[in-house]
């Protein structure tokens, strides 16, 4: 149960991790158009994301799959990028081709999932097994990815329905800011 | 022994393990897995500098770093650091050494203090795993939280 616990706890503060702060920037970009209305949204969006990257972290720690750290670290803010143009570009929630956004999602999550494996293999011992510690690795990022939405909504609510500003300046703030600094990363990561 | 210094991936990992066991001549061995770059880093050593196996000083080095930032103690007495060998995996490199335990280890409280990369970086994790016979225990150690105590 100790080690359960351990591994629970270094994923959900592996991606709360403000040094790293990418994911973090991703599923807030990801969420960012939506609303506390808009749950039913944000769970299929989530469990897009997370099937796509519970995925690859299972085939990396399993060595099925190998893609040079190099490549994923400048990927990951290339996610974050298309999400935010994506996001100015659908503005109109009810207008936006909501199963292409979906599938793109889970694709994303392919790619930052191989980012949570260099972290995770750098935690195995010699000889070990990694699906012991696989499984609540990831329930700790899953359990770190939901207070990160929730986070996403609050702001989102206190901007939009308490300083009454308009849904669309949110979204040019948010996926802006996304897009700034992702642009950031991308050009220190090449 | 040979490595490379190579750098960081931006996302930073700063992880360390160290795996202890009770063996039959009544010794801890610990097994440590520390990424290269920053051992260098903390040593002083310059990240782009590469050193072969020719380099004696490069188990001191280690051995050194490892008496300065592991203290295991046994009943409030401190053990003895003995290194046995380095083997590099890039980009980590796995050393093991070994602690001669002062009398019958059962029943023994063991406490290690794990200082390693700490004031390097802050978000510097180091993980612990203990195994004997009957169990087996798990600790994350990190700025906060330096020390373990466990009864063998």
């Known amino acids: ?190 | 022994m040979f490595w490379t210094g190579t750098a960081s991936a931006l996302h930073d990992i700063h992880v360390s393990r160290c795996d202890i066991e009770v063996n039959d001549q009544n010794e801890l061995e610990v097994t440590f897995k520390i990424f290269l770059d920053d051992i260098q880093m903390a040593m002083g050593l310059s990240p782009n500098l590469e050193l072969d196996d020719t380099y004696e000083g490069s188990d001191m080095m280690i051995e050194k770093f490892l008496n300065k930032n592991l203290k295991i103690y046994q009943n409030n007495q401190q053990l003895k650091l003995e290194y046995i060998e380095s083997t590099p995996a890039l980009p980590a490199v796995w050393t093991t050494v070994k602690y001669k335990l002062n009398r019958e280890a059962q029943g023994s409280e063991i406490k290690v203090y794990n200082y390693i990369l700490i004031d390097e970086f802050s978000d510097q994790t180091n993980l612990i795993d203990f195994r004997n016979n009957r169990e087996k225990k798990s600790f994350v150690l990190n700025k906060k939280k330096t020390s373990v105590t466990f009864k063998l």
């Open chain 1, 1 to 190: 149960m100790e080690a359960f616990m351990n591994y629970l706890q270094l994923g959900l503060t592996h991606i709360l991790d403000p040094n790293g702060y990418d994911h973090i920037l991703f599923v807030l970009t990801l969420c960012g158009i939506y609303t506390f209305n808009d749950w039913k949204k944000i769970l299929i969006l989530v469990t897009a994301f997370t099937v796509g990257h519970s995925l690859t972290l299972a085939l990396a720690a399993l060595d099925i799959v190998s893609i040079d750290s190099g490549i994923i670290e400048v990927l990951i803010p290339i996610t974050i990028l298309l999400t935010a143009v994506y996001n100015l570009y659908n503005q109109n929630k009810a207008s936006h081709n909501v199963s292409l956004l979906y599938a793109l999602t889970a694709f994303f999550g392919l790619i930052h999932g191989l980012g949570f494996s260099y972290f995770f293999r750098a935690l195995l011992a010699k000889d070990e097994s990694i699906l012991q510690p696989l499984l609540p690795f990831n329930l700790g990022v899953e359990v770190g990815q939901l207070i990160i939405v929730l986070f996403g909504l609050i702001l989102s609510y206190i901007f939009i329905n308490l300083f009454k500003l308009k849904a669309k300046y949110w979204n040019y703030m948010i996926s802006g800011l996304a897009i700034i600094l992702s642009i950031q990363m991308i050009a220190e990561r090449i």
